[in-house]
């Protein structure tokens, strides 16, 4: 089976906080299935400054049922030269959002992971990678603690 991208997300610390947001490429859509997992890493200068995190090896759910995150949403299939840039893509994805950050300070916290993840799923729809709409599926996923 080719890649699959997905999109899943986490509860903030708070139920003010908003959600964070990661990609992550497994090869089936099974629940157990093994994947990659990439996200944002705050660098702790507490400018919101973000650098790309990639974990290999993550599972959607543990042996007992248990899953490790809130929720998640199959974005389609990807090719493996994609998988191959997504690193790249991730790295430039940051360089945005910490330019849009910079000098808003402590307001910053709004422009991170959502923001990351929606910029990367648009390029691949634009490019052709995802299919047509993946942009605003992904808008639609949950943001805030409900």
């Given at each position: 089976m080719?890649?699959?991208?997905?999109?899943?997300?986490?509860s903030?610390?708070t139920h003010?906080s908003?959600?964070?947001?990661?990609?992550?490429?497994?090869y089936?859509?099974?629940?157990?299935?093994f994947?990659t997992?990439?996200?944002?890493?705050?660098?702790?200068?507490?400018?919101?400054?973000?650098?790309p995190?990639?974990?290999?090896?993550?599972?959607?759910?543990?042996?007992?049922g248990?899953?490790?995150?809130?929720?998640?949403?199959?974005?389609?299939?990807?090719?493996?030269?994609?998988?191959?840039?997504?690193?790249l893509y991730?790295?430039?994805?940051?360089d945005?959002?910490?330019?849009?950050?910079?000098?808003r300070?402590?307001?910053?916290?709004?422009?991170?992971?959502?923001?990351?993840?929606?910029?990367?799923?648009?390029?691949?729809?634009?490019?052709?990678i995802?299919?047509?709409?993946?942009?605003?599926?992904?808008?639609?996923?949950?943001?805030?603690?409900?």
């Open positions: 080719p890649p699959c991208l997905w999109i899943i997300w986490v903030g610390l003010l908003l959600k964070e947001w990661a990609l992550v490429v497994t089936e859509e099974d629940p157990e299935a994947g997992l990439y996200k944002l890493k705050d660098i702790g200068t507490g400018l919101s400054e973000y650098i995190d990639i974990i290999r090896g993550v599972r959607y759910q543990d042996h007992f248990r899953r490790y995150w809130e929720g998640r949403l199959l974005l389609g299939q990807i090719t493996e030269t994609v998988v191959e840039l997504l690193p991730c790295e430039v994805g940051a945005l959002i910490n330019s849009q950050n910079q000098g300070g402590l307001l910053a916290g709004e422009c991170g992971s959502q923001e990351w993840v929606l910029h990367i799923v648009s390029s691949f729809e634009d490019s052709r995802l299919p047509r709409g993946s942009t605003d599926r992904a808008k639609a996923c949950p943001r805030r603690y409900v």
